[in-house]
């Protein structure tokens, strides 16, 4: 059995499954600490009849910690950065596009500023040096460091994606002079070819390495509490799986797996693969593309909180409307609903629940979409405002799932989420076939409970002429082989996303490959190689 959980502004949801088959599901308000919320939703999961702690395998948890601290700016460790290109890249230092407030956050109220170091070493994009790493320019950085008393430390290098041999040198340089309770973090582990969106996404990384101490050894005591001895996975942006281990290495790679869970979820529930997936939460409605059963993955930049970032995320549009969206149905410009939300005190606030606000969810009641608190407490208003209202919403619905399409070819539309119930039967305008599976509500656990386990490469090839067939076909095994040595189990594994982009402005048939493989997760193995 399984117990997937994933973590949303409003409510945190949990499934217990057995296989394929759903033994039931939770849907309560998240709080203040998200832990508590956790807890919570398991001990209601094991509950169900037949559940016992001891028969769970394995305990998947999408979050919202990490994201949210960034855009807070909140939690975030002071962190330096340290960058291999001299005597290239120094035109712009690392953070320099940064919002101020979020540098300020990462300086610890350092008057110097931003901890940032430009240091010899890296690479061209076929391997050769840029210049020498220079070990005594690095300790000189790491007395610095420790000077500042900063404990998180972000290395990045020119095509380090694609030679990662500078960043594990100075890595093993900085530790040995900064000791062991200094946190480091590789650009190479983390994103891909284009520095300065890499190197950002580093520097995240790195300021929230404490947190993820934190939060991860929070989540593995609520556990404990709960009777279960079984691994935890948090998921990733990509649809997969990371140990709690890695998580704490690398946090930034949960941005955005709530969308993810959802999409995945919403797979799994309508047996669809090919299909836009609508995700309406409390608070925002997520719009994406499923393709092979797995997110459309966002082909360039990315932005978080001002920082633009490459590491993989899924190609998403949202928008400031959900279950918990203001509304106003009288006044200039009416129907209004979004983008400000009652959030988690959604079961307080909304009218069904004895609250004064009106919400999208009191008009999905009084439509008679959905029995959901008292429908007496609405009943009073107007029909045709309500109408005009669930229209509106559905009308913007419609459009962001249009802006996602890459083809006039009709495309069907899976609508998940507690949210979803906004939606009237029938479709969208222009969108006939949309369809609410059974567990809809809950669509974002059970994509967090089937979570598989991946494995990528993202690198720059020189691809001879009448070699590209074989250098594809080492590329797809390294992908495998990196998702067997990531917990999958062999056999399972296949090859579900490859990208080949030609270089034109590069010499000698140059080709940056991106190949993707995801298996089942195989805990035993995954327990194994932790230990070899």
């Given amino acids: 059995m399984r117990i997937g959980i994933d973590v949303g502004g409003t409510n945190t ?54 994201v949210n601290a960034l855009v807070e700016g909140a939690r975030l460790a002071p962190t330096a950065a340290v960058r291999l290109g001299l005597p290239a890249t120094a035109a712009l230092p690392p953070m320099a596009d940064w919002p101020p407030r979020l540098r300020a956050a990462l300086t610890g109220g350092d008057r110097d500023g931003p901890a940032v170091y430009l240091c010899h070493g890296g690479h061209e ?18 007395a610095d460091i420790a000077a500042r008393g900063i404990g998180s430390v972000a290395v990045s290098a020119v095509f380090s994606p694609v030679t990662a041999e500078d960043e594990t040198r100075a890595a093993e340089i900085l530790a040995a002079e900064l000791g062991a309770g200094v946190h480091l973090s590789l650009s190479h582990e983390i994103g891909r070819v284009g520095l300065l969106p890499r190197e950002n996404a580093t520097i995240v990384n790195a300021a929230l390495r404490d947190l993820a101490d934190t939060i991860v050894a929070a ?45 995945r979820g919403a ?39 001002g920082v633009r970032t490459n590491f993989r995320i899924p ?27 009652v959030g988690y005190r959604l079961t307080d606030d909304a009218l069904v629940f004895g609250g004064t606000v009106l919400t999208a969810t009191d008009l999905a009641v009084a439509a008679g979409h959905a029995a959901i608190g008292d429908p007496a407490l609405v009943a009073h208003l107007d029909r045709a405002a309500v109408r005009a209202a669930l229209d509106h919403i559905a009308a913007r619905i419609a459009d962001t799932v249009d802006r996602m399409r890459t083809s006039p070819a009709p495309l069907p539309v899976v609508a998940v989420g507690g949210g979803s119930v906004l939606l009237a039967p029938g479709g969208l305008p222009g969108l006939p076939d949309v369809r609410r599976p059974a567990h809809f509500a809950v669509a974002n656990a059970i ?7 991946g494995g990528e490469i993202d690198r720059v090839y020189r691809i001879p002429p009448g070699r590209r067939d074989a250098v594809l076909d080492e590329a ?26 030609p270089l034109a402005y590069l010499p000698g048939g140059t080709t940056r490959l991106r190949v993707k493989a995801v298996g089942d997760l195989d805990p ?6 932790r230990h070899a």
Avoid: W
Avoid at 130 to 139: F, G, N, T, Y
Avoid at 270 to 279: I, K
């Fill in 447 to 453: 994509g967090a409970a089937i979570a598989q386990v």
């Fill in 267 to 305: 797979a799994r529930l309508s047996g669809l693969t090919d299909c836009a997936v609508v995700d309406i939460g409390g608070t925002t409605t997520d719009v994406g593309i499923l393709t092979g059963g797995f997110p459309r993955e966002a082909t360039g930049e990315s932005e978080t909180a």
């Fill in 125 to 142: 994009y076929d391997g050769r040096p840029i210049s020498p790493l220079d070990p005594a320019e690095l300790r000189a950085v790491a």
């Fill in 219 to 263: 989540l593995g005591q609520a556990l404990a509490r709960a009777g279960i001895t079984a691994p935890l996975f948090l998921s990733q942006n990509d649809g997969t799986l990371m140990d709690a281990e890695y998580a704490r290495r690398h946090p930034v790679a949960t941005f955005a797996s709530g969308p993810t869970n959802s999409m």
């Fill in 13 to 66: 949801d949990a499934v217990l499954l057995d296989g394929d088959t759903v033994l039931a599901t939770v849907k309560s308000p998240t709080t203040t600490d998200v832990t508590t919320g956790v807890v919570r939703a398991v001990t209601a999961v094991l509950d169900a009849p037949g559940a016992a702690p001891g028969t769970v395998t394995a305990v998947m948890i999408g979050t919202t910690h990490f």
């Fill in 476 to 501: 797809r095994d390294e992908a495998v082989r990196n998702a067997e040595n990531a917990g999958a189990r062999p056999g399972t594994v296949t090859v579900v996303d490859i990208d080949e982009i």
């Fill in 524 to 529: 035993a193995r995954l327990e194994a190689a």
């Fill in 315 to 341: 190609d998403v549009l949202s928008l400031g409307l959900g279950g918990g969206s203001l509304v106003g149905l009288t006044g200039p410009g009416a129907p209004t609903a979004g983008p400000r939300s």
